[in-house]
Each structure stands twice: as C-alpha cells, then as structure tokens.
C-alpha cells in the first residue's frame, strides 16, 4: 500500500470520525464529544498538509493538477477555513455540516482517476499557485456561506409556521447565522476577485490575452456577479436574513457548476484534459 493510500485512508477516518462526533453532540449536547470532533478534524487536516507537501516534494509542482488532487485540496481548504472560523462561533452545528462535506469531497476525490501526468507548460508558472489558492479558499467560504445560508432558512421557516422540530433547538440564532453569512462572504468575494486577476494575468503571459470567454472564465464571472450583487445589497441596501442566505445558496450553486460542471461537461481551455496537454 502507497504511502498515499495510507494518508488519504487516515484522513478519511480523521473526517467521518468528526462528522460522527459532531452529529452525536448535536443530537445529545454533549460538549466533550464536540472537542474531540474538532481535534479530529484538526488532525485529519493536519495529515492532509503532510500529504501536500509530499507529493509536492514528489512531482515538483503544486498537486492540483486532476479532479482527484482539487477535489482532496477543497476538502481540507473547506476544513481550514471552518476552523479559523470556530475559533469565533464553536457551532456544532457548523462543525457537523463542514465535516460531513468534506468526507463526501474525499469520497468523490477517492474515486476519481489518480493517474498524475507530465506537467503542461501551461501550468509552469508560478502564478499557478497563486490562482488555485484563492479559488479554493474562496469556494471553501462560500461553502460556508451556503450552509450558513440553509440552517437560517430551515430556522426562518420553522419560526413563522411555529412548527418546531428537534433541530430548531440545535441551530444558532438566526442572527449568528447571518453573521456567519456576511463573514464568509466578506472573505469569499475577495478571494475569488483575486482568482480572477491572477488567471486573467496568467492568461495574458501564456496566450497573450486577458480574457477569452473560455467556458469556465464566463462562469467565473457569472459567478463573481451574483456574490458582488449579494456583497452590494448587504453594504448599500442593507439586505440581511432570508435573502442574503437565498443569494448564497444560488452563487454556491453557480460556483459548484464553475468548479465542477464546466470541468467536466463543457470543452475549453480550463478542463483537466486540457490543462495536462490532451486535445
């Protein structure tokens, strides 16, 4: 068995192990286990940035070159930022949906292909590392966002038909929620703006021009779009609750076609087959 084998099959563990815990100290508000899925989840996250720089040290560049390495990468950027973010707000609740997240992302990294090819000339560049950064951290806030976004509709729902489940007494205040919205939106809409520049910068030093209206570079902006209508209504207009989480969940929607629709369904200059030299 690989050494990589051996990572991803302990952060796997490290993963599910904290989604169990979390969802069990949702359910019965014992604080202990939450501790322990944050150690656990800290500690998979931990094993995973060994992985990286392994395989890094290994292929000579930054391991995101497939579906397999983006998909093990938003994982643990989904992980690390939802812990900077607990720091402040300690919400199982978060916890349980981040976690469980992430083990459906390695999941599907898990059975994607893992075949490593030469590295493209396209993607020897240092900007390469810069645009992948920012792309993923900002998906990991708007992902954020978006579960902030469908705990406070499942909560706004409950409240004005007064029909209250379980889960009504679990999740935070609506006002936590919201606040949780607009964080992750006010760390999300800058790093996704700074994936843009950097990719337009990194286009126009390997073709010679900014913008091409590739597939993906279209649903980028479409995207960038909707969260900078989102980010305008709550500065200028003063849009909070129900439609900010309404407008989260549809730019999250947008972003998850951007990441994985264009890639995977539409041809252009930006799909894997593409970026690893194949017609």
Avoid at 202 to 207: D, G
Avoid at 228 to 257: D, K, V, Y
Wanted: a positive charge; proline letters at 3%; aromatic letters at 16%.
């Amino acid at each position: 068995m690989s050494t990589h084998t051996i990572l991803f099959k302990i952060i796997l563990i490290c993963y599910l192990v904290a989604t169990v815990l979390y969802l069990i100290q949702v359910v019965g508000r014992k604080d202990k286990l939450g501790q322990i899925a944050r150690f656990s989840l800290l500690g998979g996250a931990l094993v995973q940035l060994v992985g990286f720089i392994i395989e890094f040290i290994q292929v000579g560049h930054t391991p995101v070159t497939n579906l397999h390495q983006s998909l093990s990468f938003s994982a643990w950027c989904l992980v690390a930022l939802f812990l900077f973010f607990d720091l402040r707000y300690r919400l199982s609740v978060m916890g349980a949906f981040t976690s469980a997240l992430a083990v459906i992302t390695m999941f599907g990294s898990g059975i994607a292909p893992r075949a490593v090819e030469p590295l493209s000339p396209i993607l020897n560049s240092w900007w390469f590392p810069l645009h992948v950064s920012f792309a993923f951290l900002g998906y990991a806030a708007f992902a954020l966002a978006f579960g902030a976004g469908v705990m406070y509709l499942l909560q706004d729902r409950m409240l004005k038909s007064k029909h209250f489940s379980g889960l009504y007494y679990r999740l935070p205040s609506l006002d936590t929620l919201d606040s949780i919205n607009y964080r992750a939106l006010s760390y999300g809409f800058p790093l996704m703006t700074l994936c843009i520049i950097t990719g337009a910068a990194w286009a126009e030093s390997v073709w010679g021009t900014y913008w091409s209206w590739d597939p993906k570079e279209t649903w980028a902006l479409m995207t960038w779009f909707v969260y900078a209508a989102l980010l305008h209504g709550r500065l200028s207009i003063g849009w909070r609750g129900r439609r900010a989480a309404i407008f989260a969940i549809i730019g999250f929607g947008c972003l998850l076609f951007t990441f994985l629709g264009v890639n995977l369904l539409l041809n252009g200059m930006h799909t894997f087959d593409a970026l690893n030299g194949h017609p």
